[in-house]
C-alpha cells in the first residue's frame, strides 16, 4: 500500500475507476475533462482515423494526447496498451501490427474493458486480449513486448517511479514507448494532492516536467524525445478546471523512448544524486513545505538525536555533544519552521498560523534556556507542528480553489 499525503492509492484508484466507469455507461454526462471525438479532433487524430474506429469507442476518447505521433509501432509489433478505457488506442494500435502482431489492452476499470470486449466482439477483431489490472503490476513475462502505448494515464498513478519500472522490465531490448500524458510548470499546493477526486481530473496527481522527464532516465530509458506540447485543458467545459489547469501551468505533452539494447540501471547512488538536485529542491518552497523541513529537522534533533545516542550506548559507543550547541540547534530549526510560515503569509492571507508556530517555537525556548521541562518542551513541538500542518491546509484552501472540488462532488452526486 502506498499511503500519500493522508490518503491512500487504493482511494485514488476507487475515485479513478468512479470517473471511468461512468464515461463508460453515458459519455454524454458532465465531465470536467474533453470527451469524444471533438476531444480526439483537438488533441491531434487525423479525422481519417477516427473514421476507421467504431463510434462507441470514439465517443468514449478521453486522451490527452496523439501518442501514435511517435511512429514506432511496426507490423507484427507486440504492443502493450496501458490505459486502454473504450480502446481507441488499442484498435489503431491493432490496425498496425497486423494478424502476426498482438495488443494487449490493460485497465483498472471493468466497465471500459467491457465496453472495449463488446466493440472487439462487433468488429470480429482477434488480435487484442483484454488485462484487467494495475499498471504498477503489470501481468506480463519481461521483455514480452515492443511497444508501451499510453494516452493520459501516469498522472493518475501516484506511484510513477514503479510503473515505469514495471514498463521498463516488460519492454524488450530496444523496446520502444510512446506516450501523451499532462505536465505543470508549478507544484500543485500540498492540499491539492489529498483529494482522489481531484487526482481523477487529471491536473493535481501531473509532474514538473522537468521531473517528469527526468524520471524517465532513472529509469534507465534512452531517447527521450519531446514530440509536442500544446494547452489540453483549454478544451475543458469546465471554467474551474481550465483556471486550475492556467494556474499550475497544465498542458499535454507527447513523447518518445527506447529501452537500451544494453539496459543499465542507473543505480541508487545516480538516482539519489538526481532527485537530490538543486532545481528540485527549490520547489520544496515553491509547495511551501520548508516549514515542515525545519519543524522536521528540529525535532530530529530534539529527540532523533537522544535516540540516536541511545542505540549507540546500547552498542558499547559513547558519544557526547555539548548541550548549549545542541539546544541551540534545535531552536535555530523551530526559528527557521516559524520564518517558513511567515513566507507562506502571502499565500492565505491568515496570521494564525504564524502565530502559533511562534508560541511554539517560544515555548521549546522556554523549555531549553530558562527552565527545563520535558512536558513544556514536549508541548512547544506539539504546538509548532501542528501550526505547520495548519499553515499548509491555508495554502491548500487559498490555491486549489475549493468550489471546484464542491461542483466535482456535486456532478458525481
Not at 60 to 81: C, I, N, Q, S, Y
Not at 230 to 244: H, M, V, W
Request: hydrophobic share 45%; net charge negative.
Amino acid at each position: 500500500m502506498v499511503a500519500i499525503l493522508g490518503f491512500s492509492k487504493d482511494q485514488v484508484t476507487a475515485a479513478v475507476q468512479a470517473m471511468y466507469a461512468d464515461l463508460a455507461g453515458d459519455p454524454r454526462q458532465h465531465f470536467h475533462f474533453p470527451v469524444g471525438r471533438s476531444a480526439a479532433r483537438a488533441v491531434g487524430y487525423p479525422e481519417e482515423t477516427l473514421e476507421q474506429l467504431p463510434e462507441a469507442a470514439v465517443t468514449r476518447f478521453v486522451g490527452v494526447g496523439f501518442p501514435f505521433r511517435a511512429g514506432v509501432v511496426r507490423e507484427g509489433d507486440t504492443v502493450l496498451d496501458i490505459g486502454a478505457g473504450a480502446g481507441c488506442d488499442t484498435l489503431i494500435a491493432s490496425s498496425l501490427v497486423g494478424e502476426n502482431g498482438k495488443v494487449w489492452a490493460l485497465d483498472i476499470t471493468t466497465e471500459m474493458l467491457d465496453q472495449l470486449q463488446t466493440t472487439l466482439t462487433q468488429a470480429g477483431i482477434r488480435n487484442v486480449e483484454l488485462v484487467e489490472a494495475d499498471a504498477e503490476r503489470i501481468p506480463l513475462p519481461n521483455h514480452s513486448v515492443d511497444v508501451v502505448t499510453s494516452n493520459g494515464v501516469l498522472n493518475l498513478i501516484p506511484d510513477k517511479r514503479r510503473v515505469l519500472s514495471e514498463i521498463f522490465r516488460v519492454l524488450k531490448p530496444e523496446g520502444r514507448v510512446q506516450l501523451s500524458d499532462i505536465v505543470i510548470d508549478r507544484p500543485v499546493p500540498l492540499g491539492g494532492r489529498s483529494d482522489p477526486e481531484l487526482w481523477a481530473e487529471c491536473v493535481v496527481g501531473a509532474s514538473i516536467k522537468e521531473d517528469y522527464l527526468a524520471l524517465f532516465q532513472e529509469a534507465g530509458f534512452t531517447d527521450i524525445s519531446e514530440l509536442r506540447e500544446f494547452d489540453y485543458f483549454a478544451e475543458s467545459p469546465s471554467a474551474d478546471t481550465r483556471r486550475i489547469a492556467n494556474g499550475l501551468g497544465a498542458r499535454s505533452i507527447d513523447i518518445s523512448m527506447q529501452r537500451p539494447a544494453q539496459a543499465l540501471s542507473p543505480g541508487y547512488l545516480g538516482q539519489l544524486a538526481r532527485r537530490l538536485h538543486p532545481r528540485r529542491l527549490t520547489r520544496i518552497g515553491a509547495r511551501g513545505l520548508w516549514g515542515a523541513v525545519a519543524a522536521a529537522a528540529a525535532v530530529f534533533a530534539c529527540y532523533g538525536l537522544v535516540a540516536l545516542f541511545g542505540l549507540l550506548s546500547l552498542m558499547g559507543l559513547s558519544l557526547t555533544l555539548p548541550e548549549g550547541l545542541w539546544a541551540f540547534a534545535i531552536l535555530a530549526a523551530a526559528v527557521l519552521a516559524v520564518a517558513a510560515t511567515a513566507l507562506n503569509l502571502p499565500r492565505h492571507g491568515r496570521p494564525w498560523p504564524l502565530l502559533a508556530t511562534g508560541i511554539g517555537a517560544v515555548l521549546i525556548a522556554y523549555a531549553l534556556f530558562v527552565s527545563y521541562d520535558p512536558l513544556l518542551e514536549a508541548l512547544g513541538f506539539v504546538v509548532l507542528v501542528g501550526a505547520i500542518g495548519w499553515d499548509l491546509y491555508q495554502v491548500y484552501l487559498a490555491e486549489c480553489i475549493p468550489e471546484h472540488r464542491r461542483r466535482l462532488r456535486q456532478a458525481k452526486a
